[in-house]
Each structure stands twice: as structure tokens, then as C-alpha cells.
């Protein structure tokens, strides 16, 4: 009798264990989840597409679902054709990400206003590539709210690269080859956004909320305020009444 019952509670005991174990699952939630994210070694849920042409340092070329999709990252904004670096940002995203199986996060919006997809994009090892550009200094923080949730990150890490003069903010810094005159806001500014030095814009400057948005960002990366005075409301987001 005494050893049916030892039986007995050692049965009871195994079903404990084994129903309060946590099994793992290879499947992957919807990209709408909630963008919140860990380290870079730590692969988030999201969609799973393969990279099959890279554009630039932002952009690159999806098949997903069996359909392709251009798809711009979120939260940085890579020099284009006719700027410093845009070889060297190109050459490293396609390093990075052609011919990879990435996977993607949805931040609030799906897409821009050219249809092109808007994701985080990570490796199948854990690598944040949007963190990568920016920590390697190949390309700057850009923020188009309501996509938002990395903007800290970025900004930390946009910081750092800055101060260590990476990428293009060592061509910044010294004017491109060897030459001491330049400055970051000679070379790597955006359109309608030359100094930083000064209060000099304001919303009426410019003709749509993005290119406001872009100014007050890059100037806050390089000074670390709000050197035109646009953000009135003091929560980041500049020139709201424009389109």
C-alpha cells in the first residue's frame, strides 16, 4: 500500500513539472505587435521576408508573402546619391541585408506616402540592422511620428557615433578628405537646413511637417537642443500645423 501511494504522489509530481514547463515555439506573431524591443542580440516577433535588392543605405527590396515590396527603414535617414558617404552607408547595408533573411517589425504605420513599407529590420542572428547604420555612423536619426518607439535608442546611439567621429560624421568633421574647413552641417544637412548654429528657421521656412521635422532632428542630434525654437510644445514633434 505504502508503495502505491509513493507511486501515486510521484505521478502527481511529473504532471506538476511538466505542466508548468514553458515550451518553445518557432512561430511568428503578425508584424503589428507593439514595437518594444531589448538588446540587439534578442530577435523580436515579426513578419519574415528575404532581402533581394538593395537600394541604398535605407532601402532595400523584399519578398515577402510571396510578394515584393520596397521597404524603407524606420528611424534613419541614410546620405543619397549626391551626398558624402552615400557609397560607403550603401556598401555596408548590402553587406549587411542582401540575399538575408531579415525579419520585420511594425512600428504604428505600415507605409510612407510612396507606398514603401515601413519597418525595424533585424537579422536572423539578432542584429538590429536600423542600429547598426546609425551606430556605425552611415546614416542619421530621422523621426516621422507616429513611428517613434526607437527614437531614445537612436538618439543614444547617434550620440555616441558623433563623438567618435563614425562614418560620416568623421567626414563631417573634416570636411571629407583631409580638408579641416568643413563642418557636419556643410555636408550631411538637410534640404532647407544649412547651420545650426544660430536661431535662424522657423515653421514658416518650410513646406511640409517632415522637412521641419528633419531640420529640428538633426540639428538637436549635432547641438542638443532646440536651437530654432520650433518645438512649442516641447514633446519633440515641431511645425504640427503644417502639412
Not at 546620405?79 to 504604428?108: H, S
Not at 555616441?160 to 570636411?175: C, K, P, Q, S
Request: charged fraction near 25%; hydrophobic fraction near 35%; charge should be negative.
Amino acid at each position: 500500500m505504502k508503495h502505491a501511494v509513493f507511486l501515486f504522489l510521484g505521478i502527481i509530481a511529473l504532471l506538476s513539472v511538466a505542466c508548468g514547463r514553458v515550451i518553445p515555439t518557432d512561430s511568428v506573431a503578425d508584424s503589428s505587435i507593439s514595437a518594444e524591443f531589448s538588446d540587439s542580440s534578442t530577435i523580436p516577433n515579426g513578419e519574415k521576408a528575404t532581402v533581394i535588392n538593395v537600394i541604398d543605405g535605407d532601402t532595400v527590396d523584399v519578398r515577402l508573402n510571396g510578394r515584393e515590396y520596397r521597404l524603407r527603414y524606420i528611424g534613419v535617414d541614410t546620405p543619397e546619391r549626391d551626398e558624402p558617404y552615400y557609397i560607403e552607408a550603401t556598401r555596408f547595408n548590402r553587406d549587411l541585408v542582401d540575399d538575408q533573411d531579415i525579419i520585420l517589425v511594425k512600428d504604428v504605420s505600415d507605409v510612407d506616402q510612396y507606398g514603401r513599407l515601413l519597418r525595424y529590420v533585424y537579422l536572423q542572428d539578432g542584429t538590429f540592422v536600423n542600429a547598426e547604420l546609425i551606430a556605425g555612423g552611415y546614416g542619421r536619426l530621422v523621426t516621422f511620428p507616429p513611428d517613434v518607439a526607437q527614437v531614445e535608442r537612436f538618439q543614444a546611439l547617434q550620440t555616441e557615433a558623433r563623438l567618435d567621429e563614425r562614418g560620416m560624421w568623421r567626414v563631417a568633421a573634416f570636411g571629407g578628405e583631409g580638408d579641416a574647413s568643413g563642418s557636419a552641417a556643410d555636408t550631411v544637412a538637410p534640404i532647407g537646413c544649412a547651420r545650426c548654429d544660430s536661431n535662424l528657421y522657423n515653421c514658416s521656412d518650410f513646406e511640409t511637417q517632415s522637412e521641419a521635422q528633419a531640420c529640428y532632428d538633426y540639428c538637436y542630434a549635432l547641438v542638443g537642443e532646440d536651437i530654432h525654437r520650433m518645438d512649442g510644445g516641447g514633446d519633440g514633434v515641431v511645425c504640427e500645423s503644417l502639412p
